[in-house]
């Protein structure tokens, strides 16, 4: 009976992605395991519905972070906002388990070595063209399915997420609509020296600025140096570094851009509309969040978020809108 008991424990305490309503595949991609995790509508697993493949942002995150019975990440927004029309797709981060507790990861709800480092796999993986191919690999795969409709398929992609999601538009056809959040056009270099140049001061006399155009030029200089002790490796800065808007501006999909004026970002997507509207691309929407941030939270008087005024479900609710009318 004790042995019985041990063992019901145990197995009560390992959580799996359907202990929090989401399907779990595991699909072969070049000999190695992916895993993808589907949110439907309940009770409508196998009604035949479109996809909705959302693409995350960046650094090595498991999708499902739990603390106790509380449970964070998957989509930064309410699912449910979208599965009556839709089955929601997102798809893991290689070599980083599916879920874990909270209480195991780092800082920012890393996945890290002992050392401290990003995961080897994982950072070997850990590139555009990586995460480009693989997700048109796993949506063909997909698409196969008897409860996937291919009458639509929405890709969207927030940060680092956004330039995947782009790049996908422009390599896959069956990609019907294209929302590109919170992205750089100009690539996450110019990014990176805005955020500096905006910490930098006359008394200081620092040019942080500076300092990230002299790592660009070293990026360049090893574009394929796949060394990560640093975090990303080159290849990876380098890939994501390549502006976003040269796969934008070739795409005849409806494309809708959201992003926050408060964003580091938000100047580059301002000049994109502006460009845009002078080429007259009709099939492009702009949804600006005024005086929000990188994941929608307004800022105040101090430039600080105000984390208690969550606008992820209305961006979700607008992109819903946007596509009912497409």
């Known amino acids: 009976i004790f042995v019985l008991f041990a063992n019901i424990s145990c197995f009560a305490q390992k959580r799996t992605p359907e202990d929090y309503g989401y399907k779990h595949i595991s699909y072969n991609y070049k000999n190695e395991?992916?895993?993808?995790?589907?949110?439907?509508?309940?009770?409508?697993e196998n009604i035949e519905k479109p996809i909705f493949l959302f693409c995350q942002g960046s650094l090595p995150q498991p999708l499902i972070k739990y603390n106790g019975d509380e449970i964070y990440g998957v989509f930064p927004f309410n699912p449910e906002i979208l599965t009556d029309k839709f089955h929601l797709v997102i798809i893991s981060k290689p070599y980083i388990p599916i879920i874990a507790d909270l209480k195991t990861l780092h800082n920012n709800s890393l996945y890290l070595e002992a050392d401290g480092n990003f995961p080897l796999e994982y950072s070997k993986r850990n590139l555009l063209d990586y995460y480009?191919?693989?997700?048109?690999?796993?949506?063909?795969?997909?698409?196969?399915?008897?409860?996937?409709?291919?009458?639509?398929?929405?890709?969207?992609?927030?940060?680092?997420?956004?330039?995947?999601?782009?790049?996908?538009?422009?390599?896959?056809?069956?990609?019907?609509?294209?929302?590109?959040?919170?992205?750089?056009?100009?690539?996450?270099?110019?990014?990176?020296?805005s955020q500096n140049r905006a910490n930098e001061s006359f008394e200081d006399n620092i040019s942080l600025g500076e300092e990230e155009i002299k790592y660009w030029e070293e990026v360049v200089k090893n574009k394929d140096d796949m060394d990560a002790s640093q975090g990303d490796t080159n290849k990876a800065s380098f890939e994501f570094s390549n502006p976003p808007i040269l796969y934008?501006?070739?795409?005849?999909?409806?494309?809708?851009?959201?992003?926050?004026?408060?964003?580091?970002?938000?100047?580059?997507?301002?000049?994109?509309?502006?460009?845009?509207?002078?080429?007259?691309?009709?099939?492009?929407?702009?949804?600006?969040?005024?005086?929000?941030?990188?994941?929608?939270?307004?800022?105040?008087?101090?430039?600080?978020?105000?984390?208690?005024?969550?606008?992820?479900?209305?961006?979700?609710?607008?992109?819903?809108?946007?596509?009912?009318?497409?």
């Open 132 to 193: 480009v191919n693989r997700n048109i690999s796993v949506l063909k795969y997909l698409l196969k399915k008897n409860w996937v409709s291919s009458s639509m398929l929405v890709v969207a992609g927030h940060s680092e997420g956004s330039t995947v999601a782009s790049k996908m538009a422009l390599k896959n056809r069956k990609i019907t609509h294209l929302i590109y959040a919170s992205g750089n056009p100009m690539g996450r270099i110019m990014t990176m020296i």
């Open 248 to 326: 934008l501006e070739k795409l005849k999909i409806p494309v809708l851009v959201t992003y926050g004026t408060k964003d580091w970002s938000a100047p580059f997507n301002d000049f994109m509309r502006v460009d845009f509207i002078r080429k007259r691309k009709p099939n492009f929407t702009f949804q600006p969040y005024v005086g929000t941030e990188h994941n929608f939270f307004p800022l105040n008087k101090n430039d600080e978020p105000n984390y208690e005024i969550f606008n992820w479900d209305k961006v979700a609710e607008d992109w819903l809108n946007w596509i009912n009318k497409k």
């Open 33 to 44: 395991i992916v895993d993808i995790l589907i949110k439907s509508k309940s009770g409508e």
